[in-house]
């Protein structure tokens, strides 16, 4: 990098992390060692190893489950349809079909190749062997089982370099904690094992800090805190509930608390380490000292607690009371608790009407909680003929029943929750007016599926209580919950089929190996520590800089751009000070210019840097950075942050390097020696900036250039070298490598 101020403008973005993530000396060493994530199986292992049956057996298999695979042999075929994919098969020749099969399930996974026989990942070829449970599929998993089995769980990426242990674990703990490890403590870990790290990582996941990495993460994805701004929510609250959101000095607390009510819910699971699933299963919710008044709970919390608890104090409405404000007159008794589905964000969010009759909701929880995209899962007919018919299409016709067979079910689980949220709005149930009056006695549409999972009608007890036990049980939970957490931990989206089928598959692989450990007790601490142990989390540079990024497995991999939070997390703990104080402007003011969500007409953050967000970032550096020098040299040298190697009157050249270095490896997460090209420019910018200011006279930091001392310390600068620093400070504070970790 260029170590001038003016030259940290936006083309030193054009190295936007396409592949490896910090830009140039981005740290990461070329590992030959096997690596990857120990023992728990999350790397895309590509050994073949030897058939566990022998090969009369696999072919006897295969002959089994050919004859349901015409599809497949026919798209998958060279020179067919799908005859550009990693899996080429030959209908003439049984011998080279089974090895393609082979080398696929050995290359991505057996998981893989199963779930895109049923139309996942959004198989472009649709779903050819119907469930996990039909004859075909299960044939189709007995051939694979005859194959080897064991995975490589340690092979390391050959395209890119992987970052030592040290740089993985300080990551982990921006991430995890908002906090970045001592030099001491990362030092200890440069060359941990495998297992020592996971270990290390899993002892991060704890305290505030790691609450609100769940609570942020699992907002990315639910989008929950659109009720912070939603008048209409309390508004629709205030139908069901009176005390504290009939109070309009605490609408606004009861709203951001209402928003807050299923990331606590997640972030209780899974600190308290209970199984994931109970996430949906839960018989209970959340509650805060303002809605535990609303729920009627009983109980009396403290300002800031939150305690599990049922929900007692919705409104019995009828349809003459229902545009009414809650009396407290008569109270539901039994509320339906399913965890994050049943609560009051969770159905604002995702809302329904007359005509959509929850298919939002149940479009939005398969791809929360299965991962799966229905949207992405059946191809769009384009022969109007085949959708021009009038007479229930989405249980008659084929061209829309493809996806309602799926959709609907899980839509009428929700049939007891009103589109203003409320339980069993009109008294026996949630129907819209007019059909109600139309079709007296019933409590779901009659032209519509029964409430229901795939084949399955709900029974005993409440639908949605009923689905959620059903969710958890599908194999694709254990997937779903890897997706869910994807962009917390890599800061980008999970891959569709449009991407280069290399990474998509690649990506797939690491998805379903994640899976397949998840599975085992569910323990999402666990599940977080193994995806930063792969791979794809620790490729810091490619090997080869001119290889195009569309032909590397690994899509992006290694340091990603920080949110918001994450900067101004990451500034607080380098220099102590946050911008804005108590008023953090990263997550106030500047949080949509920076690449922040509202959760409402923008939903997803940022992932790439673009001119705007760069500006800010600059501004950000600018007015914090005399602050923090001014601050850290108030300290005795022992007890400072920064400034380690030097006095606020040190002119010495190698102290100064020395302690240039000490900087690159606190703020850049990168180690440098002081003889360096970047200390050199460093160092130069240094003497640059001093000399400019002496040249202007005065010895106050403050008489030429604003710098906010309120947290403390004297801005004299007799020496004339806080001036000098601050400008470094300011360099690498703008620096990818500071943006991007």
């Not at 000095?249 to 009510?261: G, K, T």
């Not at 109980?299 to 003459?320: F, V, Y």
């Not at 601050?631 to 302690?659: G, H, P, Y």
């Amino acid at each position: 990098m260029n170590f001038v101020i003016q030259a940290c403008v936006l083309s030193a973005l054009a190295i936007t992390i396409t592949a490896c993530g910090g830009g140039e000396g981005a740290g990461g060493v070329d590992s030959s060692s096997t690596g990857g994530s120990g023992s728990s199986g999350t790397s895309n292992g590509t050994g073949t190893g030897t058939p566990t049956g022998n090969s009369q057996e696999i072919i006897k298999a295969y002959a089994d489950v050919k004859p349901s695979m015409a599809a497949c042999l026919s798209c998958h075929a060279s020179g067919g349809i799908a005859g550009n994919t990693n899996l080429i098969l030959d209908s003439n020749d049984d011998t080279a079909t089974i090895a393609a099969l082979k080398t696929y399930a050995s290359t991505f996974g057996q998981s893989l190749l199963l779930s895109k026989s049923i139309g996942q990942p959004s198989h472009q070829g649709g779903n050819v062997f119907g469930s996990t449970t039909s004859a075909a599929y299960i044939k189709l998993e007995q051939l694979l089982t005859l194959f080897t089995t064991t995975q490589s769980t340690s092979s390391t990426d050959l395209s890119f370099k992987k970052e030592a242990p040290s740089q993985t674990y300080r990551r982990a703990s921006l991430y995890l904690t908002g906090t970045i490890p001592s030099t001491s403590k990362t030092q200890s870990l440069e060359n941990a094992s495998d297992e020592t790290l996971r270990t290390e990582i899993i002892a991060l996941m704890q305290g505030d800090g790691f609450k609100n990495f769940l609570k942020n993460g699992a907002n990315e994805r639910l989008n929950s805190r659109h009720l912070r701004t939603s008048s209409a929510g309390v508004n629709f609250y205030n139908k069901y509930y009176l005390p504290n959101a009939s109070n309009q000095e605490r609408r606004n607390i009861v709203r951001r608390d209402l928003a807050e009510e299923p990331l606590e819910i997640i972030a209780n699971v899974v600190m308290k380490d209970r199984p994931y699933s109970e996430i949906l299963t839960a018989n209970y919710t959340m509650v805060s000292q303002f809605t535990d008044e609303s729920y009627n709970t009983g109980l009396t919390l403290a300002a800031g607690e939150w305690r599990e608890a049922q929900n007692k104090g919705q409104d019995a409405k009828m349809p003459s009371t229902f545009f009414a404000d809650a009396t407290g007159a008569s109270r539901i008794a039994s509320f339906p608790h399913a965890g994050v589905l049943s609560t009051w964000s969770y159905l604002s969010k995702y809302g329904t009407t007359a005509t959509n009759r929850n298919r939002a909701r149940s479009r939005w929880t398969m791809q929360h909680f299965l991962g799966f995209d229905i949207e992405q899962s059946a191809s769009r007919p384009l022969n109007f003929d085949d959708i021009s018919d009038e007479d229930n299409p989405t249980m008659d016709n084929p061209a829309c029943s493809t996806c309602h067979q799926t959709l609907d079910p899980i839509a009428g689980a929700f049939k007891y929750f009103h589109e203003r949220v409320g339980y069993k709005a009109s008294g026996t149930d949630s129907l819209d007016r007019n059909y109600r009056n139309r079709n007296p006695g019933v409590d779901w549409y009659k032209n519509m599926r029964p409430a229901g999972f795939g084949s399955q009608d709900a029974s005993g007890g409440d639908p949605l209580q009923w689905l959620a036990q059903r969710l958890v049980e599908d194999e694709r939970f254990a997937v779903g919950a890897v997706k869910f957490w994807w962009h917390a931990v890599f800061g980008e989206n999970v891959l569709n089929s449009s991407a280069p089928t290399v990474q998509f598959e690649t990506q797939t692989a690491y998805i379903n190996n994640l899976a397949n450990e998840f599975r085992k007790d569910l323990n999402l601490k666990k599940l977080l520590a193994n995806m930063m142990l792969t791979d794809y989390f620790r490729a810091s540079q490619k090997v080869d800089a001119a290889a195009a990024d569309d032909q590397l497995s690994i899509h992006m991999g290694g340091r990603r751009l920080l949110s918001g939070y994450e900067l101004m997390k990451k500034t607080e703990s380098l220099t102590g000070i946050v911008w804005g104080n108590t008023n953090p402007r990263l997550t106030g003011e500047y949080k949509m210019l920076y690449g922040g969500t509202d959760d409402i007409t923008v939903e997803k953050r940022a992932t790439e840097m673009a001119s705007i967000m760069f500006r800010v970032a600059v501004r950000h550096a600018n007015e914090i950075s005399c602050a923090a020098v001014v601050n850290d040299f108030s300290f005795d040298q022992s007890a400072r942050r920064l400034f380690t190697q030097v006095e606020r009157t040190t002119l010495d050249e190698a102290a100064i390097r020395n302690q240039i270095v000490v900087l690159y490896e606190r703020l850049l997460n990168r180690v440098v020696s002081s003889s360096s090209n970047e200390v050199n420019q460093a160092y130069q910018l240094f003497l640059d900036l001093r000399a400019a200011r002496i040249s202007q006279g005065g010895t106050n930091v403050n008489s030429n250039t604003r710098c906010d001392n309120r947290i403390g310390g004297s801005t004299n600068d007799a020496s004339f070298v806080l001036v000098p620093w601050r400008g470094v400070m300011i360099a690498l504070m703008s620096d990818p490598d500071y943006l991007f970790e």
